[in-house]
């Protein structure tokens, strides 16, 4: 059973940084692609970032590049997604997804506000 988790979320001024983790089990990590997505309030969910399985391949909505990396660690099975000069349009909940299995994490809350 593919269980994602995601942790690291909370509060953060403008112009901080947060760095969320995401732990997998369930399946073999080292495979397969992994992604973030976020969704803020009355709006659709977004993807904000994707690594391949190896790590060597990373792509980003244009609305984060240059300020948000993903990550991925194999051996403890997590991917990271470092948040770097946060805005508060950056607010929104962050969740892990396996996209080869359709599997979601439960979210983890930034809010972005001073």
């Known amino acids: 059973q593919v269980q994602l988790v995601e942790s690291g979320g909370g509060l953060v001024q403008p112009g901080g940084s947060l760095r969320l983790s995401c732990g997998a089990s369930?399946?073999?990590?080292?495979?397969?692609?992994m992604s973030w997505y976020r969704q803020a309030p009355g709006k659709e969910r977004e993807l904000v970032a994707r690594?391949?399985?190896?790590?060597?391949?990373?792509n980003y909505a244009d609305s984060v590049k240059g300020r948000f990396t993903i990550s991925r660690d194999n051996a403890k099975k997590t991917v990271y997604l470092q948040m770097n000069s946060l805005k508060p349009e950056d607010t929104a909940v962050y969740y892990c997804?396996?996209?080869?299995?359709?599997?979601w994490g439960q979210g983890t809350q930034v809010t972005v506000s001073s």
């Open positions: 369930g399946f073999t990590f080292t495979g397969y692609a």
């Open positions: 690594i391949s399985a190896a790590g060597g391949n990373t």
């Open positions: 997804y396996a996209p080869r299995f359709s599997s």
